[in-house]
């Protein structure tokens, strides 16, 4: 390319930390370990509003098959 063009959003969503995955599957091996703890929100699964639906959708249908 002859130019190029650099657009920072101020108010973005940062990337993840080196490490995230990993810590990610600590707390799933907590949370295993903790029967009736669900953790949801967007730090965990995805920022997105669709993530967020989605993760809850997903906790809703582990907590309708214990009951």
Known sequence: PTSTKVLRWKHSLPFYNEGTTQRWE???TLVRNLPGLHLGGNWL???SVAD????GDHIAEQIARVS
Do not use: H, K, M
Not at 52 to 55: E, G, N, W
């Open 26 to 28: 600590a707390i799933e």
């Open 45 to 47: 699964y995805g920022a």
């Open 52 to 55: 967020c639906v989605s993760r």
